[in-house]
């Protein structure tokens, strides 16, 4: 007997399964805020849900709870005094353990069937899940909702697509007979049992919380694990909301709920604690390298997916489309103030100059050429606010203020402080633009997160394809990019790429931006670069996640 | 253009994707070391083929190299006195990694072509590789034709067709098409690049030197990666015939060589030098906890794939054919001397004694019917030369010394050192059993390699059930098996395997045997106990050995 929710949901797995094949353009989730696609009352009703959990704690009738914690501080300014459950680690741990129980005694079709379900509900719950992203990353409202929500939701079900195809390739059952010559066969059945590993911890970012999540989260889920979400001091609201959907769909499926936990930690060494719990089998992060390569040095009983930092890049060699080059770089170092772990950050630029369907331009005419695209893309108050959004930490303003003052290289566009009328007290910055000669390596070579970006002058355009992929194997990278009209150098760039491991993007001039990927078509790093050492959403992100276990008697 | 390796071959990946789905009988490779098989002249030809190597300089043209290596001590006491090149461990990963160039341009279908005609010759040459198995490591003649060539080889294909199965997934070229309301679709065209993460070590051990190399050995080579094989000091000579022929192959067919070479080291330094080097991304090890450990705690750049020590156990509750259960274990515990990762070592049986079609046994009747049963087995030389074989090291004849000894307890069954007339210098010895209480935890709680069993007494088959479930959790195990009459009893060992993460065998009276796994359809391992951390072969196994890499631009 197939479980309900696996009838309800199948057109929607197979669909998916069809797309994660083809990597052909598929979206379970639509991605515009429109009441026509997600009913005439959810803007409002959305908005409502929202506001009602602000000034509040937080309910999730979680065991272990030991108090009440919580500080985020918009960066729009807002009041948000949200506090939520701090729960013993031991506690949390020790009723996810017990959870993979009845998790696992739903069987694949039923764990695939209810992690659909989950998603579902969040899909319906975008309005106010985009808020709540909005108000504690700074995302601008568009992004807030397609990032936050639908395209989120369309990660987290390219996960349990994943993690259902891994799992549905092995049979389940199997009659295993083999000759023995003029003697009777042997005969025995086998049962192959897909068991999660352990419980999984997903520890989320601060200007991703629920898109960098749920992946993680629902690949862990999908495999037969618990999953105790961890999410940034400064953006738990999403991940809170996510997990008291997810413990409801359990609860109303006979599931026990503490298979889904939210873990509001009190500090690192509770942090700590946690991933190194020997209960702990999976840990998912998104964040920067120090605590990434901790995890991985001392998660020893865990298996580590961590995305990091990096440094993007772009070669510019030459092109026959120069302003739309330029408009299509300005909105992707301005979008959400490049605090993007896909905004390149490395502009490679030979000192000679490139060749343009406006004839040549030297490396100082697109320096310049460039910081005015940016500036008039952001001239428009009403386009700047809901592009750039706010500065997600002080961290960021400060390597701004940094950059600005001419710390790293010859500033070519400065960074100005922007007033959102609608929230005075946002903090928000255009971008700032440094012009630097290849051998300023400790400019360039290490990730400034925000909207702090090189125009790096190299010899040659040979030189720029050589320090990008020294770029990419060096400090890693989730996103190169390269405008050639010559098929020699996109070639070249080709190859690099395969051999630095990262994606390619090739003379991007119109609506599509290096910084965004979309889900069951472009990877989301490679797994194959110091970036990230897993892919959003290759089979190896699920593979190891879950164990098959046999038992065979004769027949 | 395909790959015609790839058209060669394609019957038999096909099949073998079938299989591996399917979990059922099938084996590409037969068994039966018979002329009518294998050819009316593969026997002495294959003996001929092994006799021309020994005393001799074994070639293979590597680069680095620097002197000869080699002291193969047999444990049947012939002479081997084969030498290897021994080469220099940074000049190995170099040429090794040079060589990936060739072998990612000939694309997925190539490569799966190639690894398919490399078996296919290790095939024909299952005679000559048996006598190296055999005459390395002591096993009896019939398993080191079988295990050491067609089992080994299954397993090697069950690699190629894994890595297949996960690489096919997703297409290696896309159209993509997003819709934009009234507005002209985005649409681009993207391609996605299978590439290996780098190069492999399969580091080889000294009783299995080709069915524990060639899973790891083919599924790094069929994702796209070189692999330098390290094999055990003791068992160079597999080894060394399996690469020379994959090396000649890949000359055939135009590809380096270097691709698939092989290192002797000339010590402990040598190999952590390998093992460590930045250019390796994956290393396969069977062997001791001890190193085990260090290469998982120490190899930071690579992914480690271990199979280590564990403490196998058969929980014996009741039973309706007690001759043929106790005949069954007979000869699982005398099967290569207990030489493989597979033997039981703890076998739980209650203090009240068990029910048997043959009326209530005792604990001693148990134990005494044991001991007899595997005497009596053994008791025609014939049969016990070629189900034991010879001891294959020194450190295994001391455990079997100190356990004859009463160290651990009372010996139930004494040691036999047996002549074996057709190799005189062969170290030959029967198992040895001893009866201990469950209490008696340091006796049987720890690997004793080699023909070393424990009868534990336990209160009752409860206690027995969570015995075993913890010393898979605990000690690791690759295999348990249950005895019993009771339909609750084996629910129950299902239920505690299914949680400890261990491979069960029910009631085994015939033909199978609990040390043997069938490929294609048993898996060997589960990944989830600390006996081993990953699987022959799931797709875990193979997923993690590559990235995808894509490009895209607008079509």
Redesign the interface.
Known sequence: MSHPLYEKHKATLEAGLKA??????WSAYNEMPSPKVYGEDAPAAGKQAFDALLGKQFELDQPGSNGWQGSEKSPYGSELNVQYPACDVDTLVAAAEKAMESW?ALGLEGRTGVCLEMLERLNKQSFEIAHAVMQTTGQGWMMAFQAGGPHAQDRGLESVVAAH??QM???PN?????P?GKNPP?V?K?H??L?G?GVGVVIGCGTFPTWNTYPGLFAALATGNAVIVKPHSNSILPAAITVRTMREVLKEQGVDPNLVSLCVTSGHADTQKLVTHAGVRSVDFTGGNHFGHWL??NC?QATVYAEMAGVNNVVIDSTDAYKAMLRNLAFTLSLYSGQMCTTPQAILVPAGGIETDEGHKSYDDVCNDLAKAVSGFLSKPEVAHAVLGAIQSGATTDRINEAAAGVHGRVILAPQKLENPEFPNAVVSTPVLVAVDAADEKAYMEERFGPISFVVKTADTAASVALSERLVRECGALTVSVYSTSRDVINAM?KA??RS????????????FVNQS?AF???HG???NPGANA?YT???FV??RF????????A
């Open positions: 994660f094949g083809e990597r052909s353009y696992q195809q891994v390739l092995s049979a199997a009659h295993w007979e083999k023995q042997l025995m086998k192959f049992e068991v590993k991985i040095d020893k080709i790429t395969q491991k990262v994606a390619l993007s090739i003379n991007l001039t119109g609506g599509v979309a078509s472009d990877y490679t797994g194959g892919s290759d089979l190896g593979a190891n164990v098959v276990v046999q038992y065979r008697e004769h």
